[in-house]
């Protein structure tokens, strides 16, 4: 193959080829090509000329429910088969490549663009609250200025260049901020794994019923296993799971096993993931394995001592083998890394549009006195004292900020149900952090509000009459 050509898959790089053919040998642990019940190859065709992508996943979609036809085992129940059936065969452009990248982060990814539309928008509407602000704040000037001959227009254009410097000195800091398958139902797949003597000790899961593996189920005695309590309750409801057979599908000789225990649920390929039915096979009963096994050790001891420790017993085996060692922390913090970022991002996104919330607080509460300042004079005069002023201009901005606090609380139940989805252990409905954040919000927005209040108490009572 060319230099140029470093395989199909986004973000990996395959430097061996291996025949198809070749896989049962090579990868024992892998998904078979015998295996119908698995559909896990990406196949890669040309075009004929003439005819159009649309022309041919018409004629895919019109010859595929025959092929389905032909592969489906007649051991299949009718609930199985019917889930068989409803597979679908997608073609897609492979221009850019095969990536499960858009299907993994397309909605982390909408909804990061939703929250960042939103503070936009928010900060645009304060940014024009504080301009208004600031624009009657120089009312003296501008007076100044058209009395003693600019034009209307020379101001007018003033103003726009000092906000567009403003605009532009915002977007170069937040410039520089940035830069720093057809999948088988679910109600009936199972999950296999190859495992030792207590495997299921080791990672802490119980027993519920029977037995665990022995060194004596080796590959002379009859093939045994192990079910989740989840393929328990999914293939026999209420009834006994031990002592029943069961077997892979398309069966052959020799793989049909005895159930001898049933253990508590785990999770197998991700965190985020309901316990799914999981099928466990006594690793010694299939030699062919061993090759591909992962050493797993229960310590007690720090990540470093323990991995030292392991590194250590093997060099005494007399052979220089290569060793990996990993911590099951390790492992859950990786599988985590795209639920961290996204939480970064998004309270990355909650702080800005909270500081841009206070911005706009500060300008409303500027505005607001600015426009009764001659009222505020009134009062004043009538014997109001400083501290009544103050209440009366923080408690129209405290009933904005209930308002503002409400709303944000209501779109923020809207989409826990869609961030639940996206982070792991997110609970959909949180009433103490709902509480926490609202209450953080209006504390935020009360300190917003009481330097324009306090200045509010401290305007002359000559001068707010002179005010128009």
């Known amino acids: 193959m060319p230099p140029s050509f470093f395989g199909l898959k986004v973000g990996k790089i395959s430097d061996v080829a291996i025949p198809l053919a070749a896989q049962e040998s090579i990868a024992p642990m892998g998904r078979k090509l015998t295996n119908v019940d698995v559909l896990w190859i990406n196949t890669i065709a040309r075009l004929k000329a003439g005819i159009s992508p649309v022309q041919a996943s018409t004629n895919i979609e019109t010859i595929w429910p025959q092929i389905l036809e032909t592969l489906v085992s007649s051991g299949y129940s009718p609930a199985r088969r019917a889930s068989f059936l409803r597979n679908r065969l ?67 254009m003033q103003l726009i260049a000092e906000n567009a410097l403003l ?11 940035l830069q720093p398958r057809p999948a088988p139902n679910e109600d009936m797949s199972v999950y296999e794994s190859y495992v030792g003597p207590g495997y299921h000790q080791t990672f802490g899961l119980k027993l519920r019923a029977g037995r665990d593996f022995t060194f004596h189920d080796a590959i002379n005695t009859p093939a045994v296993a192990l079910v989740s309590e989840t393929f328990a309750k999914r293939f026999f409801g209420t009834g006994e799971p031990l002592g029943k057979r069961v077997s892979v599908s398309q069966p052959k000789p020799g793989q049909e096993m005895q159930i001898i225990g049933v253990v508590s649920d785990s999770q197998f390929r991700s965190v985020r993931e309901r316990p799914p039915a999981l099928l ?17 050790v229960r310590s007690n001891a720090n990540d470093r001592d323990g991995a030292e420790a392991i590194r250590t017993q093997v060099a005494a085996l007399g052979r220089e083998l290569p060793v990996h060692v ?13 639920d961290r970022l996204l939480a970064v991002i998004a ?13 706009g607080l500060y300008g409303l509460t ?15 005069a009538l014997g109001a004292n400083p501290r009544n002023i103050f209440v009366l201009v923080y408690r129209e901005m405290l009933l904005i900020i209930a308002v503002g606090v409400a709303i944000g609380v209501a779109f ?10 996206m982070l792991f252990d997110l609970p959909t409905v949180d009433i103490k952090t709902f509480l926490l954040a609202g209450v953080l919000a209006t504390l935020t927005g009360l300190a917003a509000c009481s330097v324009p209040s306090i200045r509010a108490t401290r305007i002359g009572v000559v001068d707010a009459l002179r005010h128009d």
Do not use: W
């Open 90 to 156: 997608q073609l897609a452009s492979a221009a850019r490549g095969i990536s499960d990248i858009r299907e993994r982060f397309s909605k982390p990814l909408f909804l990061l663009l939703l929250l960042g539309t939103l503070v936009m928008i928010v900060a645009c509407v304060n940014i024009g609250l504080l301009t208004l602000a600031r624009t009657i704040e120089r009312h003296h000037e501008i007076a100044l200025r058209l009395s003693i001959g600019a034009s209307r227009i020379r101001i007018a």
């Open 167 to 177: 605009c532009l000195i915002s977007a170069a800091a937040a410039l520089a901020h």
């Open 280 to 296: 466990y096979r006594a690793v010694f009963q299939n030699p062919r394995m061993l090759g591909n096994m992962t050493l797993s």
């Open 326 to 338: 990993r911590s099951l922390e390790q492992q859950i913090d990786e599988s985590l890394s795209q």
């Open 347 to 359: 309270s990355t996104f909650g702080i800005i549009g909270m500081i841009v919330g206070c911005l």
């Open 366 to 380: 500027i505005y607001t006195t600015a426009r009764r300042r001659n009222e505020i004079g009134i009062r004043l």
């Open 412 to 421: 923020a139940a809207v989409f826990a149900r869609t961030l639940s989805s």
